[in-house]
């Protein structure tokens, strides 16, 4: 089985946001976002 998608629902968004700021260096202005590679060298897409 491959997961190609995976959806979180958070009821804070701003800590969620900070997070992916800090632990993924992802940027943006109210659109955040950063690619990065597992382990097995798999492109990992996070979204804001």
Do not use: R
């Not at 979180?8 to 900070?18: G, H, I, Q, Y």
């Not at 940027?27 to 060298?41: F, H, K, Q």
């Amino acid at each position: 089985m491959k997961i190609e998608h995976i959806a979180v629902w958070v009821s804070d968004l701003e800590t969620m946001k900070a997070f992916y700021t800090q632990y993924f260096g992802a940027t943006g202005d109210g659109y955040y976002e950063s690619v990065v590679l597992d382990p097995e060298n798999n492109i990992v897409e996070i979204t804001v």
